[in-house]
Structures are given as C-alpha cells and as structure tokens.
C-alpha cells in the first residue's frame, strides 16, 4: 500500500525555519517526483516545490526560492524541506505528494496520484 506521511509542522514566529519530513512506504524512493504543495484557508492549493528523487534535480515556486530547500535521502525513503525566513503568507497545510517522474509541470497538483495527509505550519507572533 503506498503512503506518504509528514510531519514537522507547529507555530513558529516570523523569521523562523522548520523542517519537513515526508517519509514513503509501499515503495521505494529510487525513480519517482515527490513534490510538495500547501494550501492555506480559502485558497487553492499552490506547488511548492519538488524533487526528482532519480536525478536529485529541484524545483521551487518563485515565492519560495531562496528561503526553502527540497532534499531527499533515498535509502531513509524521505524527502524533506527546509524551511528558513518564513512569512506569515507561508502559513498553511503542507502536503507531499508523487508522481511518475516523466513530463513537465513539477509543480502542478493535479499531475501527482498520491497524497500524504498533511501537515500544518503556522507563521504566527
């Protein structure tokens, strides 16, 4: 059965990192995008960025290049992001999510079959 599962979410003040897990089971890392998207209230849920876990190549929203870093440690079955400077505007729920890694759009939500759960980041003083 595949799943995603993240974590690192919670309160963290204006300014302040936090660090995101997606741990995979029912499969391995080695030839998949795993991808990260955030929704917040009343707004659609927007790409964050992503990783091809084969090629280690990256993708970043533009709102969120330079503040954040997607990593992946394949023999863990985990990809990560680190989040650094953040912005009550970076608050919402934070989902990972894969896909076959072929194609564009790396960072559309609706190219990505399997979805964690989510997990909440609030950027709040």
């Known amino acids: 059965q595949v799943q995603l599962v993240e974590s690192g979410g919670g309160l963290v003040q204006p300014g302040g990192s936090l660090r995101l897990s997606c741990v995979a089971s029912?499969?391995?890392?080695?030839?998949?995008?795993i991808g990260w998207f955030r929704q917040a209230p009343g707004k659609e849920r927007e790409g964050v960025s992503s990783?091809?876990?084969?090629?280690?190549?990256?993708y970043y929203a533009e709102y969120v290049k330079g503040r954040f870093t997607i990593s992946r440690d394949n023999a863990k079955n985990t990809v990560y992001l680190q989040m650094n400077s953040l912005q009550p505007e970076d608050t919402a729920i934070y989902y990972c999510?894969?896909?076959?890694?072929?194609?564009?759009?790396?960072?559309?939500?609706?190219?990505?079959?399997?979805w964690g759960q989510g997990t909440q980041v609030t950027v709040s003083s």
């Open positions: 990783i091809s876990t084969n090629t280690g190549r990256t």
């Open positions: 029912g499969f391995g890392l080695g030839y998949l995008a």
């Open positions: 999510a894969t896909r076959q890694p072929h194609g564009t759009d790396w960072l559309v939500a609706e190219t990505y079959t399997h």
